[in-house]
């Protein structure tokens, strides 16, 4: 059948909500009917004017009691670095000499990438998110099998493979000729593959030579719709290291500038230690931010000014950054950056937090015309959501007498157990069978 209709509590935006009183920009449904065809959305209402409509062979899948709302979207995560998630005691950059390097090492045997790209896949859906920007490692092999799982699993999905070439081990170095030709070939063999897309990636200014971040930068101008991804000002100690690498750059913004890496369908991860200059070019190049809020807490790196980023007109989205972040489940993120916003006197609203963990993030991605929200023609990835999944929740979320406290509550207390089931493009990808 090509025509399913889902009856449920609809949650979702239709823009960025200014506050909880922005209702227009929200829509929420107590009883609602979304219509999927063909693995799109073909129309969302209430079930009393939905229903009288529909065709007798449509069959209405009933989720009534449960909340559905779009698809997350991870903005910034690294697959290879699953198994070092939740490792004591350092910062950024002794965390990555001391748990993430020795991981991504094993990464060059394509059967453990494989093994971990499935696990991923698995555990992404289990938790409600449809689409992610992913770190691969090094090896062109860890590429292939991230796209491989997201393929199998029809998810929309934007990957790379790591490029660098100093301040690292040397079997997971590159140069910057192999950066520019593995890259270039993986760009070919899945850029707009299905729902696939490719992301240069390099991991972080200090990880590459001038050489490399300006064969990245030529990538970049070749292929303009193909993404780029990489860290950005996460750690003190990182940007003074940066100062000393670069003593031409006037920040450590502004070395990406330099080599043609800031443009439209760039994405920065973190963004902790800007300034008002760095701001405004990354606005004015239609650069976008990922917010990782768990990570930042986690590795001590900093706060993510969310307000500064509005205030510059910035695209931002939500990411989890594991194996720094402590959860894939996208209501633990957007509990942590209720808690880091909150230590800045900035309250994260409810409407703007799922925002920003769906369409904000799509936007975030250049996917805001593909998927974020319930707009007739969008492809239907959504997940069912359970407030009555552990004690706490159906006690708290019992009580909740809005949509906006039934969320915040959810975003407080949720974690994967909330999520019942996950659709993407219309097919049921979670739970399995
Ligand atoms: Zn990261």
Redesign the pocket.
């Known amino acids: 059948m090509t025509t399913v209709a889902y009856r449920a509590a609809f949650f979702h935006c239709l823009r960025r909500p200014e506050s909880l009183l922005d209702s227009a920009a929200v829509e929420y449904l107590d009883d609602g009917v979304l219509v999927v065809t063909k693995g799109c959305v073909a129309a969302l209402g209430s079930a009393s004017e939905m229903l009288p409509g529909l065709s007798t062979n449509v069959n209405v899948v009933d989720f009534s009691g449960k909340l559905i709302v779009p698809g997350f979207v991870d903005c910034?995560?690294?697959y290879p670095?699953l198994d070092i998630i939740a490792s004591y005691g350092e910062q950024l950059l002794d965390w990555l000499e001391k748990y993430a390097f020795p991981q991504e090492q094993l990464f060059c045997d394509r059967a453990v990438a494989r093994e971990a790209a499935e696990f991923f896949t698995d555990e992404l859906l289990r938790n409600g998110k449809t689409s992610a920007l992913v770190?691969a490692t090094v090896h062109p092999q860890s590429v292939d099998a991230i796209f491989e799982a997201a393929l199998k699993r029809n998810m929309r999905l934007i990957a790379g493979k790591v490029l660098m070439d100093r301040n690292c081990p040397a079997d997971l170095s590159d140069t910057a000729t192999t950066a520019y030709q593995q890259s270039k070939a993986l760009i070919e063999k899945w850029h707009g593959r299905e729902r696939l897309s490719y992301a240069i990636t390099p991991r972080f200014a200090l990880t590459s030579s001038e050489e490399q971040l300006a064969a990245a930068g030529r990538l970049a101008t070749e292929y303009p719709d193909v993404y780029m991804h990489t860290?950005l000002a996460?750690n003190r100690t990182e940007v003074g290291l940066i100062a000393k690498q670069f003593p031409w750059s006037r920040s450590y913004f502004e070395v990406y500038d330099r080599f043609d890496l800031v443009r439209a369908r760039s994405v920065f991860?973190?963004c902790l230690h800007l300034d008002d200059k760095d701001l405004n070019t990354l606005s004015a190049k239609s650069a976008a931010m990922?917010f990782?809020p768990s990570?930042n807490l986690f590795l001590g790196s900093g706060l993510f000014d969310l307000r500064a980023a509005r205030n510059a007109g910035i695209r931002v989205g939500a990411?989890s950054?594991v194996?720094?972040?402590t959860s894939l489940n996208m209501l633990h993120t957007l509990g942590d950056a209720y808690k880091v916003l909150q230590l800045q006197g900035q309250s994260l609203s409810a409407f703007e937090a799922f925002y920003l963990a769906t369409l904000g993030g799509a936007v975030a991605l250049d996917l805001g015309d593909k998927i974020g929200n319930f707009v007739a023609g969008k492809e239907a990835d959504f997940v069912v959501l359970d407030d009555t999944a552990t004690p706490m929740t159906r006690r708290r979320l019992g009580m909740a007498g809005s949509i906006a406290e039934k969320l915040f509550a959810l975003m407080t207390l949720g974690d994967d157990r909330s999520v019942n089931a996950t659709y993407v493009a219309g097919q049921k990808a979670y739970p399995a069978g």
Do not use: L
């Open positions: 910034h995560v690294h670095q770190f860290h996460e991860a973190h990922a990782c990570s990411g950054d194996g720094g972040g």
